[in-house]
């Protein structure tokens, strides 16, 4: 049944919305009014349609929401989503426009309770191991006596107290150097592997102590990051862990040069005990007196000993004065004898050397070289004027029988100007040949107009 209204008055203006207005401003007016939020629950009613994207309910014992997980941020997602899994998740409020749905935009998810976490940390834990950051191989021993410690944790806590006072207790010689960082929270990981990474390029310690005090696995859960258990690796200071209780184990502690129960007895282990050294110094002061008691009356006895033996320095300057003169004496007979026998050998030397002297040989043998050599001179000279005159004799011959001689009584050489060939038949030429007539001195360059045999 329709109720009866009256029209309103027409002279209010009507402000009419579309529905796609009505859901466009609702969508913006949710979206401007929730900021990213962190949500808990169970996905319900999952789908995963060709687009790759994920639609599923996130519901709790009260309610339930609809989720749109898009495909471009799943890549941080571990693991795989199912209907019945409690999950945590950061995501933005929003609207549907198509739809008029109110839904939830995922942009983060993870499984949610400390079972996620217990499976992130040994699949984490596996996963150095087999890299090799446990390995005590790799682990830098602590030093015995450090003269400063470098302590990374929380300014603001009670762990930085017990540790100072610790230490002052232990060994008050000790500075401390801090290293403030959040322990806990969005963030911690990387500040704490920050300040790692600034203590080892500082050098400013001799040995760091990571500290926390105790807590759940989520509240220890930077101390479980892959960041700070690299930069525990990297750092090249020795690196003592003391996260938590004596029962809680983090990938810190494994990755450390040693791990300590409490950050107590972190600052125990690297700090001797005062009261100990004093004792310790009291020992050896006791040992130094004896010893330095006994060398004492070690020493007056050997002195004694030796005062004994002593003998007046006069006398032993004269008896030194008596063996100078004899030795003196005796080195000048010595000198003589010496000198004496050098004398005698260089005579037996020097005669045998004038009996082996070459200059009799060298005089005669000059000689012989003078007489060999005028004989030499006077051949070569006979020797010169045979081959002389029969050099000429052979020349007369030489020329009486030269062709050139011929040339000289007027006769022609008659040759082919191209191949040289000497031309002795008129049968190798004929009319219209060219040759060429060698004379005593110059050519003749001939045309062939007609040849006759004789």
């Known amino acids: 049944m329709f109720r009866l209204m009256l029209p309103p008055s027409p002279t209010v203006a009507r402000d009419i919305y579309t529905v796609a207005r009505l859901n466009r401003e609702a969508k913006t007016l949710l979206e401007s009014s929730f900021p990213p939020i962190w949500i808990e629950g169970e996905i319900s009613n999952l789908s995963r349609p060709a687009s790759g994207h994920i639609y599923f309910s996130l519901k709790d014992a009260q309610a339930q929401v609809r989720c749109a997980f898009f495909r471009q941020h799943q890549r941080r997602m571990g693991g795989t989503l199912k209907d019945g899994l409690h999950v945590l998740l950061r995501a933005r409020v929003s609207l549907y426009e198509g739809r008029g749905d109110y839904q939830i935009i995922v942009e983060y998810l993870e499984e949610a309770g400390e079972g996620a976490l217990r499976r992130a940390f040994d699949a984490l834990k596996e996963r150095l191991a087999r890299e090799g950051l446990f390995d005590v191989a790799l682990k830098q021993a602590l030093p015995r006596l450090p003269r400063r410690i470098g302590v990374i944790t929380s300014p603001s806590g009670a762990v930085l107290h017990d540790i100072v006072t610790t230490l002052r207790r232990r060994f008050p010689a000790i500075a401390v150097l801090v290293y403030p960082v959040p322990v806990q929270g969005e963030g911690a990981a990387e500040k704490i592997a920050a300040a790692l990474r600034r203590a080892g390029e500082r050098r400013d310690c001799d040995v760091l102590i990571l500290a926390r005090g105790g807590g759940s696995l989520e509240d220890l859960w930077p101390f479980n990051e892959e960041i700070v258990a690299r930069a525990i690796h990297a750092c090249p200071l020795p690196v003592v862990s003391g996260v938590g209780h004596e029962t809680d184990f983090t990938i810190a502690d494994m990755v450390a040069d040693a791990r300590a129960p409490t950050p107590t007895a972190a600052a125990e282990m690297l700090s001797p005990d005062r009261q100990e050294w004093l004792a310790q110094f009291a020992r050896f002061e ?102 002389r005159s029969r050099l000429q004799q052979e020349m007369q011959t030489l020329h009486a029988l030269s062709p050139l001689a011929t040339l000289e009584r007027g006769y022609a050489i008659v040759q082919r100007p191209d191949t040289g060939m000497v031309v002795t038949n008129v049968a190798k030429v004929k009319p219209g040949d060219r040759v060429q007539a060698r004379l005593a001195r110059g050519y003749l360059d001939c045309l062939v107009e007609k040849t006759r045999e004789n």
Not at 304 to 333: F, M, T, Y
Not at 379 to 384: A, F, Q, V
Request: proline share 3%; net charge positive.
């Open 286 to 387: 006791n040992r130094l007196a004896a010893l330095m008691r006994a060398r004492l009356r070690s020493q007056s006895q050997h002195l004694d000993w030796l005062g004994s033996r002593l003998v007046h320095p006069r006398i032993r300057i004269e008896h030194l004065q008596l063996q100078i003169g004899a030795l003196a004496r005796r080195l000048n007979l010595a000198q003589l004898a010496q000198r004496y026998r050098a004398r005698s050998q260089w005579q037996t030397v020097n005669a045998r050397l004038q009996r082996h002297s070459p200059l009799p040989r060298l005089r005669a043998l000059t000689l012989a070289n003078r007489h060999s050599r005028v004989r030499l001179v006077a051949g070569m000279k006979h020797r010169l004027e045979r081959a």
